[in-house]
């Protein structure tokens, strides 16, 4: 009993820390799209990306509690008849659309990753990518699960898992390097704490690094931006606005709405940049509380991990905490000039409906392993009720 109510403690923290995040992020989007005119047309509500955030935040709320009503075993391959389980059919819709967006996806900053679903007056937009990057944790944890007891065998284990990841990797490298490296960093530690044997990850590793170096040498802008990056007399133009909003907010900033660098200087402040918005509005001391909130999360996932007693329920779990974490520490990491720029968005902060949607969806299953994890693995054995024990029970 003390254990399920220790794992139900750590989902209290989990969405309450994801609230706030979501919350601040609402309102520093808001801010960061502030236009020179002051001036919102609700009649092209489409096409402000500050207003489009304010429904988005309470759908992502919504989708969160849906979420973490549905069991997390509804996910696993290995319990449930052919054909049942909706993962593989997840699995295979993503690869769909990724492979539509290669042909008919609407082009933007050089680069084609989105779906148009509702062109015109009313738009709206998809980012399969970013689908891909929680279908795949789930798709891996469930195979992984469904052959723990095998993943020693390199070709009819190890192998065919690595061909699903690499099928979606190489999808979505050609025109977003960024999410394919993530994804592909996300994989090799999901496959490593799932079992599988450390010199089979490093097999296929010279061949993972030739197709991410041919990404980026077959590619003048990525080809720019990793010179400029490793010239300390080139640092590009967003980043040089980037360290200019951390600097000038000082420690208690300039005041929620009052930043110039929103003004044309930034590009994506709304979205991967939103975090110097904040240094340069509120200053040192809240963009400390935005990181250990972040650090909090870690800590309450971590023990949802290691408190669960089901193999997919901590995968699942570990993959989540470990997509979030990451992408969290490499988007404060392009903010501050430490590592190249990249298009991976600020969770749960950054302005897109996408990404938003799709990690409160994450966050929902995270929930429910949180509630339902600690209770007895389906694959343990029930252990008999000896004769005094029945007698003292009664």
């Keep these: 009993m003390r254990l399920i109510g220790s794992t139900i403690h750590y989902s209290r923290m989990i969405e309450t820390v994801v609230i706030v995040l979501m919350a601040m992020g609402t309102v520093f989007v808001f801010s960061a799209g502030a236009t020179v005119s002051g001036e919102y047309k609700l009649t092209e509500f489409y096409n402000f990306t500050t207003l489009k955030q304010l429904v988005f935040f309470p759908l992502a709320v919504v989708i969160m509690y849906a979420v973490a009503n549905v069991n997390y075993r509804r996910y696993s391959i290995c319990d449930r008849p052919p054909g049942y389980s909706v993962t593989p059919y997840l699995y295979a819709v993503t690869v769909i659309l990724l492979a539509v967006t290669l042909v008919w996806g609407v082009e933007r900053n050089e680069s084609r990753r989105w779906l148009d679903l509702a062109p015109g007056g009313v738009y709206i937009s998809f980012q399969p990518s970013e689908l891909a990057k929680w279908v795949l944790v789930i798709f891996l944890a469930a195979l992984l699960e469904k052959y723990a007891d095998s993943m020693g065998k390199f070709w009819t284990r190890f192998l065919p898992m690595c061909l699903f990841a690499g099928l979606v990797v190489g999808l979505i490298v050609i025109e977003d390097f960024g999410t394919a490296a993530f994804i592909a960093m996300m994989t090799f530690i999901l496959l490593l704490i799932g079992g599988a044997k450390l010199w089979h ?28 990056f490793l010239d300390p ?37 709304t979205t991967d940049f939103i975090f110097s918005i904040i240094a340069e509005e509120t200053g040192f001391f809240v963009c400390v509380f935005v990181i250990l909130l972040f650090f909090v999360f870690a800590a309450a996932g971590t023990g949802v991990v290691l408190q669960c007693r089901d193999k997919l329920g901590r995968l699942l779990a570990a993959g989540i905490v470990m997509a979030i974490s990451l992408q969290a520490a490499v988007n404060l990491g392009v903010v501050t000039v430490v590592l190249p720029t990249k298009g991976i968005p600020l969770p749960f902060i950054s302005a897109g409906g996408t990404s938003m949607l799709l990690t409160s969806a994450a966050i929902g299953v995270l929930l429910n392993i949180a509630r339902h994890g600690a209770e007895r693995d389906p694959g343990e054995e029930e252990l008999p009720v000896s004769r005094h024990s029945r007698t003292f029970k009664s």
């Excluded at 900033?253 to 930034?266: D, M, P, R, S, T």
């Design 201 to 228: 990850l490093l097999l296929p590793l010279p061949i993972v690094l030739g197709v991410f170096v041919l990404a980026i040498i077959t590619s003048d802008y990525r080809r720019q931006r990793i010179a400029s």
């Design 233 to 269: 007399n080139d640092v590009p133009y967003q980043a040089q606005q980037s360290l200019i909003a951390i600097s000038t907010g000082g420690v208690f900033g300039k005041g929620l709405g009052h930043g110039v660098i929103k003004y044309g200087h930034l590009p994506e402040d």
